[in-house]
């Protein structure tokens, strides 16, 4: 039985991914991109620290411009654009994290974005103050698909790895989470691609609100 829950932030717990999609590929064309970053393209590098995934594609969209100045102007966008549109909690999100403290079954959070962006996006859909533990990319040397970001978040929340689901919606999550030796549910929505010769999650959903206390106790 699960003891403890690990969530994923964007895409899970608040609707970012098309934000951050936006910005970067705002930025990789403002920095001389030779071609359009795509939707694919980012959903390949989702949970991947951003640092990780600008040394990965600088070479092959023709970037000349450093890692600071980049990170600057993709940082600077996804703030303007969550400041000028808002931004909201998944449809379930608050009422799942209300039963799992009712339970007594200790969350957290394992995400690839940085302490910043993810205390902000918290912040701004209004569920920062549920969170105790917050994984981020600045706490591990490793990002997804790595198992570092899951396995510190287990050991934040005083739980064995094998006592843990994750919940999140890629690929790297699932990896991420199986190599943590951890349970795994997948949100399979119109973005999720999978892969089955890398990893399967344990079970699938189609939305967050699928979701249950009684299924995440089960698995």
């Not at 799942?96 to 205390?119: A, D, H, Q, V, Y």
């Not at 510190?152 to 690929?171: E, Q, R, S, T, W």
Request: a negative charge; aromatic letters at 10%; proline letters at 3%.
């Amino acid at each position: 039985m699960a003891k403890a829950v690990i969530f994923d932030k964007d895409g899970v717990l608040v609707l970012t991914e098309e934000i951050y999609f936006r910005a970067f590929r705002d930025s990789v064309k403002k920095f001389g991109g030779t071609k359009e970053f795509t939707w694919e393209h980012h959903y390949y590098y989702i949970g991947v620290p951003t640092s990780e995934t600008f040394f990965a594609i600088r070479n092959e969209y023709g970037l000349t411009v450093n890692f600071d100045e980049f990170v600057e102007d993709y940082r600077n966008g996804y703030r303007r654009i969550i400041k000028e549109e808002g931004l909201k909690a998944v449809d379930g999100v608050e009422k799942m994290l209300l039963e799992l403290k009712g339970e007594s079954i200790p969350f957290g959070i394992g995400t690839g974005g940085g302490r910043k962006s993810t205390e902000l996006t918290l912040k701004k859909a209004r569920i920062f103050e549920y969170f105790k533990v917050i994984v981020t990319a600045d706490d591990v040397s490793q990002g997804k698909p790595h198992p570092e970001t899951f396995l510190l978040a287990a050991k934040k929340l005083g739980v064995n790895p094998h006592d843990c689901v994750v919940i999140g919606d890629a690929i790297n999550d699932v990896l991420g989470a199986k190599s943590a030796g951890m349970k795994m549910i997948a949100i399979t929505d119109k973005s999720y691609i999978e892969d089955p010769e890398l990893a399967s999650p344990d079970l699938e959903v189609k939305k967050f609100s699928d979701i249950t206390v009684d299924m995440i106790k089960s698995i």
